[in-house]
């Protein structure tokens, strides 16, 4: 069964960092793309960053370019998402996902396995 759980979320003020973790169960993370999403309230979900399933595509949504980082630890099968000059507008729940090997991007509907997702609230 997969299983995704993230974590790291908190608030913080307008500039400073997070961290946020996607402990993965059920399969290897690098068997598939892999990606994060954000909903914010009266918003449509975003995508914000992606790595495909061998790792060596990243894509990234504009407003997050630069700042945030995606990255993978295989051995932990643990998805990361580094937020540095974290803004009040990233303020959102955050869900990571797993989608098919073929298929990644930052569109959801290719994702069919979801987290409960992590909040971040960025004060300003």
């Known amino acids: 069964q997969v299983q995704l759980v993230e974590s790291g979320g908190g608030l913080v003020q307008a500039g400073g960092s997070l961290r946020l973790s996607c402990a993965a169960s059920?399969?290897?993370?690098?068997?598939?793309?892999m990606g994060w999403f954000r909903h914010a309230p009266g918003k449509e979900r975003e995508g914000v960053a992606a790595i495909s399933a061998g790792g060596a595509r990243t894509y990234y949504a504009d407003s997050v370019k630069d700042r945030f980082a995606i990255s993978r630890d295989i051995a932990k099968n643990t998805l990361y998402l580094q937020m540095n000059s974290l803004k009040p507008e990233d303020t959102a729940m955050y869900y990571c996902?797993?989608?098919?090997?073929?298929?990644?991007?930052?569109?959801?509907?290719?994702?069919?396995?979801w987290g409960q997702g992590t909040q971040v609230t960025v004060s300003s």
């Open positions: 059920g399969y290897t993370i690098s068997s598939r793309c």
């Open positions: 996902a797993a989608s098919p090997p073929f298929i990644c991007g930052l569109g959801g509907s290719a994702y069919n396995y």
